[in-house]
């Protein structure tokens, strides 16, 4: 379950690959933060 998404600004820089052995750097703006929780139901015992 989501309990919160939000964009962090921060400049940095990613490799995004292009084909089996290319691979491009490129600078992005923003990281997207996601907070979960696992909600267990039943016996967790185990």
């Known amino acids: 379950m989501e309990i ?3 964009k962090h600004f921060h400049k940095h820089f990613v490799f995004v690959g ?3 052995k290319n ?3 490129v600078l992005k703006n923003h990281i997207t933060v996601s907070v979960v ?3 267990g139901c039943g016996n967790t015992r185990e």
């Open 4 to 6: 919160l998404s939000f």
């Open 37 to 39: 929780i696992d909600l």
């Open 23 to 25: 691979r491009n750097k």
């Open 18 to 20: 292009e084909g089996e």
